[in-house]
């Protein structure tokens, strides 16, 4: 028993050494060092509103990485480093394409910097000017759009700006879009169908920003076409509900849920499949919106991808195609991204929610009663699965 007790005071003795070894220990880095050399070959090469800088790395043990230090936009002090494996810098957030001076430093393992090496170089258009000349505000069905060209796919972001006035002297902030697209569409909804003035401006994420673009526009008329008169037509050749908890009236109850859907029945005739609704009251239809099942956007394999649209006034109670009239066809749903299915970014993900969009190039005559014809899905399956329907347009007297 003493030897065991004497086996672990040892042991506690020499962890308490140790310890106190440790404690000692105080890594410092050598100041005494001089500075390293300084990077050669400098060469700048322009791009938007920065540039793309390569050098030579000088021979010197003491060398960990080189620092650029300039100002961009005008004022705002800026820094680019690069590791000691790479010689490229990259500049980036000025907002002219004025000649700029920047700073080169090497600096060493002991922290010390070299002096420092002053280049000149004039940075390209920035992007935000070159997207501007791009702008086109048009009106659309309950607003206006937004279109626009982005060749460099840089950071950038569109404001909308309305005059509530109607003086154009005083421009009140809407609502802003952050995107990197080559080329995009943005539509602002929830306007009346008067004459309008709205602006749009450009800006990065530097703090750069263009002048205002400026459009008078009359948005086209339009109203939510409201949903309690809504109800399944039901004809004899339509698909059928996959099961009870999953009903077509689900495609009207504005809710939009991972668990509150319609799906259609799986074992039914493989596709196309078609649907037939009563909207209670004729309506002629501008747009309409579709929603993907909650929190699954742009993931399942359900969701239509080719179909088409019919309306009626006088449906054959047999469920054949002779008195319906076909109104448009539609392809895949709208993607912010333009990346493949299950591929999504969160400007995907943000304008899902929002519901897909719709509309007809043409507005078709008013219809009281609507056939969905599904001929294709994502997973290109012949199972349908869609969360909420909404429709706009105007009451057909």
């Given amino acids: 028993m003493k030897n065991k007790f004497k086996y672990i005071a040892g042991l506690v003795l020499f962890a308490g050494f140790i310890a106190c070894q440790e404690e000692g220990r105080e890594d410092l880095i050598d100041q005494s060092g001089s500075s390293p050399g300084i990077i050669t070959n400098i060469e700048i090469t322009p ?49 002219d394409t004025n000649s700029h001076n920047v700073k080169f430093y090497s600096i060493g393992r002991n922290t010390k910097q070299s002096d420092a090496v002053e280049k000149s170089f004039n940075p390209l258009t920035p992007s935000i000017f070159e997207v501007a000349k791009t702008i086109d505000i048009k009106a659309v069905f ?26 154009k002297t005083e421009y009140i902030p809407y609502d802003k879009l952050y995107t990197k697209l080559i080329d995009g569409r943005w539509v602002l909804r929830g306007f009346d169908a008067v004459e309008s003035n709205f602006a749009v401006t450009v800006s990065d994420p530097f703090g750069n920003k263009t002048e205002m673009i400026e459009a008078t526009v009359t948005p086209l008329f339009e109203i939510l076409i409201p949903k309690d008169g809504f109800a399944d037509l039901r004809l004899p050749t339509d698909s059928r509900s996959l099961r009870s908890k999953n009903p ?28 037939s609704l009563d909207f209670g009251t004729k309506y002629k239809l501008s747009r309409l919106k579709l929603w993907f099942r909650g929190d699954r956007e742009y993931q399942d394999g359900n969701f239509p991808t080719d179909w088409d649209i019919y309306g009626s006034n006088d449906p054959n109670p047999d469920g054949s195609w002779d008195s319906w009239t076909f109104l448009h066809h539609f392809d895949e749903p709208y993607k912010p991204s333009g990346q493949p299915h299950k591929q999504n970014t969160q400007e995907d993900i943000d304008y899902a929610r929002q519901g897909i969009d719709y ?16 001929n294709e899905t994502t997973g290109g399956g012949a199972f349908i699965i869609i969360t909420e329907m909404s429709f706009w347009g105007k009451v057909e007297e």
């Fill in 248 to 275: 077509i009236t689900h495609l009207w109850d504005d809710v939009i849920s991972y668990s509150n859907f319609w799906a259609s029945d799986q074992n039914q005739d493989p596709m196309p499949k078609w649907i």
């Fill in 47 to 95: 791009t938007p509103g920065g540039a793309i800088v390569n050098y030579d790395i000088p021979n010197d043990e003491n060398y960990l990485y080189a620092k650029a230090v300039y100002e961009a936009p005008a004022g705002v002090p800026r820094e680019a480093k690069s590791s000691k494996y790479d010689n490229e810098l990259i500049l980036e957030g000025y907002g």
């Fill in 359 to 374: 509309e007809f190039i043409n507005i078709p005559d008013g219809y009281r009663f609507y056939r969905f014809k599904f």
């Fill in 142 to 167: 309950g607003g206006i759009e937004v279109l626009y060209d982005n060749p460099t796919e840089a950071n950038i972001i569109l404001e909308i700006l309305v005059d509530t006035l109607g003086t």
